[in-house]
């Protein structure tokens, strides 16, 4: 018996340690590749007043090093914790997916900013940012839901996990997408990037399709705990993950305002599933974070709804891709970096085995500098870019630069909870994790 608790004790241990592995990646590609690279991208547009000198390729690989090297690294790592640990593959396919996502999305940002052999690259790196998802896929297949004792029917698939699936379909087809036109421009392209209206059908598939589900399945998760309210409105969440996904459907069909107007009405819907604008029934657990951490999840999904509203008015009246840009920024730093820099750190030392956050002050600094960066690009870009404001240009790279101390504070303070931070042991991680 206990040689079975101490192989189960090494498993634990070893997933935690797999788990740092990918949110360490994450910190990498969100810190350089991403946003340092957007950081000179738009200091850069604000200088010249406009995008027509900067190549398109620098600003997708800004994206994707942001969407799946961070992002997408987050989430596969906390995927695979999560899954059931059988033997070997504790390791094996973790690692064999980590080593295929991480150069996937190493090689693509290296062609996008060098253009080195990049149609090779291109073909390359999308091929194994798509094995990498397959095989996640593949190992998720063992994951088995709890039965209930004394049950006769089989166990109910939760309204969490709906949403997390509704997600890993998107970026499924987010990473065929992208194969498949990565393909195409490496036999008949002339550039490297993708042509701009594809590119926008592309962005509605990361965004919409895989990145807020799978937020808002994590949130109906952990915030009825976290923030001490009551568990989502199912039928309404239900209905949202069906709104957002016709939402989807009819913006890839080219019929935009009417999918920019359901994805508006999916965001407030999906506010008031999770219950987000009513009072707590207790105290919200922020324990070892900094007591703001309810403020900001609410925060959160006001940028949601204000990325959502914004997609209306940039399909009605966006002319020179400020509006656009800006509603995507709300959507992927207001919303999803927010919702990261608040809840990360509340679950990822504990899924990583440390009992505290290094500093909870870090905390807070890294989510204001991110409110205040995100704040003023997501005003300044439209007045920007549209031409209605010459001193908004100056504003940007005030933002930019806002942002970039807030992810830099941000990956500091995890980072040196993961160096710094006293151990615990992996059961009682367990233990924690699920609190």
């Known amino acids: 018996m206990k040689a079975v608790e101490m192989n189960a004790a090494l498993r634990e241990r070893q997933k935690s340690l797999m788990l740092r592995t990918w949110i360490i990646s994450g910190l990498f590609f969100m810190a350089l590749p991403g946003t340092l690279l957007g950081f000179s991208n ?24 942001q969407m799946f090297g961070w992002i997408g690294s987050f989430i596969l790592g906390i995927g695979f914790y999560s899954q059931p640990a059988r033997g070997k593959s504790v390791l094996r396919i973790p690692l064999t997916c980590f080593v295929l996502w991480t150069s996937g999305v190493a090689l693509r940002w290296t062609a996008n900013i060098y253009a080195w052999h990049w149609r090779t690259l291109f073909v390359v790196s999308a091929t194994a940012e798509l094995l990498g ?61 993708f042509p701009h209206a594809l590119d926008q059908r592309y962005l509605v598939i990361l965004g919409w399709g895989f990145l807020a589900p799978t937020v808002w399945g994590f949130s109906a ?11 989502p409105r199912e039928k309404l969440f239900r ?37 987000l604008t009513e009072r707590p029934h207790g105290k919200a657990k922020v324990q070892g974070i900094h007591p703001s951490f309810p403020v900001f999840i609410r925060i959160a999904y006001v940028w949601l709804v204000i990325a959502a509203a914004m997609s209306v008015w940039a399909a ?23 919702m990261v820099f608040a809840i990360g750190p509340r679950i990822l030392p504990h899924f990583g085995g440390v009992y505290n956050l290094f500093s909870t002050r870090l905390m807070l600094v890294s989510l204001l500098l991110l409110q205040c960066g995100c704040t003023l690009r997501v005003t ?20 930019a630069t806002l942002e970039l101390a807030g992810v830099l504070v941000f990956a500091f303070n995890l980072a040196m909870t993961f160096a710094k931070g006293k151990a615990f042991g992996v059961l009682e991680t367990r233990e924690s994790s699920a609190a």
């Open 42 to 65: 738009l200091v850069a547009i604000s200088e010249h007043h406009g995008l027509g000198f900067l190549p398109a390729a620098w600003m997708e690989g800004h994206g994707h090093a």
């Open 133 to 193: 998802v397959l095989l996640f896929l593949w190992a998720a297949r063992h994951h088995k839901l709890p039965e209930t004792a004394g049950a006769k029917t089989k166990p109910r698939i939760e309204l969490w996990m709906i949403s997390v699936f509704v997600g890993t379909a998107g970026l499924l087809v987010g990473v065929v997408f992208n194969l498949v036109e990565c393909v195409r421009l490496a036999i008949a392209g002339t550039s490297e990037s």
């Open 380 to 399: 300044s870009e439209p007045l920007a870019y549209e031409g209605f404001s010459m001193f908004a240009w100056k504003v940007l790279p005030v933002s």
């Open 316 to 338: 009605l009246a966006d002319v020179h891709n400020g509006i656009w840009g800006a509603s995507r920024h709300a959507l992927t730093v207001g919303f999803a970096a927010t």
């Open 239 to 275: 209905y949202a993950l069906v709104a957002v996904v016709v939402a989807v459907g009819t913006a890839l069909c080219g019929f935009v305002p009417a999918a920019t107007m359901l994805l508006t009405a999916t965001s407030i819907a999906v506010m008031l599933a999770l219950r």
């Open 221 to 231: 998760r952990w915030l009825p705990t976290f923030l001490a309210i009551g568990h």
